[in-house]
């Protein structure tokens, strides 16, 4: 017992020492060969962080529908507790490919204009993905502040017909 703390904290002490108060966050922008520029979330993200899949996690089935012209998301309105890993099952049960990005709604509505002008852009980062029609996938996401953030289907003209909703972290 006393040999594997000794180990841990071996490990633990040179992170903590890079990890100083004035670090700043590990997160970071690049720009896309086309102009479109989104923020990695390889790191802290001003909604959290991508989950480590050995932690225990809540899981949110959300599946992406179609009906009438109208698209969405079920269900649209997910509670979820900070600092808690998620793992959202995700399926595409409608006709066109659709995409899910989680961020800020500030994040998202921005992203979605960029959308406009680069339509063909696809998202598979730790925080979005995108799915053929009858597809599935999965996003492990950790929402590490407290608030309210957004997902939304960021082809265009998606999020406009319905294809958003929001998650309340508390
Ligand atoms: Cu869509």
Do not use: Y
């Amino acid at each position: 017992m006393k040999h594997s703390l000794i180990a841990c904290l071996m490990i633990a002490l040179p992170t903590l020492a890079l990890a100083g108060p004035g670090e700043p966050v590990h997160s970071h922008s690049h720009e896309h060969a086309d102009g479109h520029a989104h923020s990695h979330a390889s790191g802290d993200t001003p909604f959290g962080k991508p989950g480590n899949p050995r932690m225990k996690a809540q899981t949110i089935d959300l599946r992406m529908v179609e009906s009438h012209g109208a698209m969405a998301f079920e269900p649209n309105e997910i509670k979820v507790k900070k600092g808690e890993p998620v793992r959202f099952r995700l399926a595409n049960a409608g006709l066109l490919d659709h995409e899910i990005v989680i961020g800020t709604l500030e994040m998202n509505l921005k992203h979605a204009e960029e959308m406009k002008k680069n339509p063909d852009m696809e998202h598979d980062d730790p925080n979005g993905k995108r799915l053929s029609p009858g597809k599935t996938g999965e996003i492990l996401w950790r929402f590490t502040k407290a608030g309210t953030f957004d997902f939304s289907c960021l082809i265009p003209g998606h999020r406009e017909a319905g294809m958003s909703g929001k998650i309340i972290v508390k």
